[in-house]
């Protein structure tokens, strides 16, 4: 073999640090590769039809209408020929939102006067984004609790009462290992309990204004462009995914167009009142997610991580938002009638991430969703409202 005119050399801990960088710049391209091949891949589609539950013409204020639920919130809107009022911090944030909408800085910009149909109020510090430092816990419910004062307030002086579908999380349920939960169950301590409680405990004060309160319980949001599967896409279309910890712990995760359907479905249904969990109706483990989120991208997944080294690292976070998790039915959701579109995990993957972002409405059997594994016919509405309304006087009042 003839020799090459490259003759390698050592320049010591200067050939180490070039040879570092050089990975570090292929790996980063690499991950920049990925990104723009899933960009033409996928889009999460139009949102024209997301608000179709709706009447004609309504106006609708969002907070936290930059982050990843409201943004979407705010096109549906807009797509479905709504006004939607957009509250932000940052005018230049909220400049990336799609026309036409509202935009405040301060719910005290609005006349009395001014006609709202309906307010959806998700604003608040971040909860999954960094760990739980006392100033973080801080920030996550005080942030919470402000806003939603000043949206009492302003239902207080409103002339004409909105809706208030306030955001709330099933990390209200606390952690119930494999019981399942639905809106009549209680929630056990824990950080997340405790800022959920306190945020539904504000939102529920402007009942006594005269306005219609829902609190959504949400669960993990799924789309592209944020929440747990935005962070995870990365590590798994690399082949470095697995389950965490022991993969028994539930998610109970719900489509982010489903959600914003939801949504509009709860601002349309005048005897949804409440808690409401806002989950598809077929929670999964942690291992099944795993299995069907690396099937969806055809990546291995066996890279499991420790559950003691997340505790030991992110103590009560990783306790509570990894390595624990609910088993969250949307009872009051199917018996008004909402229909998912995603009611599998399988479905909602292969909608978000096939590419055409697409499938046939999914209609779930209100029959065959009670009956079966849990046991339970058909409940009857007016005994569920009255559960309700005592579940509601115990945990609220
Ligand atoms: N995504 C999920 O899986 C999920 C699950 C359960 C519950 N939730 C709840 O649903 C709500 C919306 O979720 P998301 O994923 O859309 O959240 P997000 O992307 O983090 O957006 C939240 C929005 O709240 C505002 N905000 C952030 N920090 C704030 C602070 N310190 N003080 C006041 N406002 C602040 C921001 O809007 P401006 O900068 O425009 O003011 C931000 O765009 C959140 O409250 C979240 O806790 C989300």
Known sequence: MRPTALVPASYGLWSVIATAAACGVALFGLRDLVAAARV????PGGAGDLMAALALRQTVLVTGATGFIGRRIVEALGAGGHRAIVSARDP??????????????????????????????LAGEP???ALWTQAKRRRILRSRLRMTRAVVRLIGRLE?????INGSAIGWYGLWGDET?????????????RVCEAWERAAVRAERCGARVVRLRIGLVLGIEGGVLGRLLTPFEFGLGGRIGDGRQWMSWIERDDLVRLIAH????PSL?????ATAPHPVTNAAFTQELARALRRPAVLPMPAALLHGVAGDFADDLLLGGQRVLPDKALLSGFAFRHSTLRHA????????????????????????????SVPNMALLAARHRLSDKRFLR
């Open 40 to 43: 033409q891949r996928l889009s």
């Open 92 to 121: 230049r944030k909220a400049a990336t939102l799609a026309p036409p909408f509202w935009l405040l800085t301060s719910l005290d910009q609005i006349p009395s006067d001014t006609r709202i149909d309906a307010i959806v109020n």
């Open 127 to 129: 909860i999954g984004n």
């Open 160 to 164: 004409h009462k909105p809706v208030l």
């Open 181 to 193: 939960l639905t809106e009549f169950d209680g929630g056990k301590a824990c950080f997340t309990h």
């Open 266 to 269: 709860a601002i349309a249904t």
């Open 273 to 277: 009142t409440g808690p409401v969990n």
């Open 349 to 376: 993957l292969s909608a978000i991430l096939g590419g055409n972002g697409r499938h046939p409405a999914h209609r779930t059997r209100r029959r065959r969703y009670f009956g079966g594994g849990r046991g339970t």
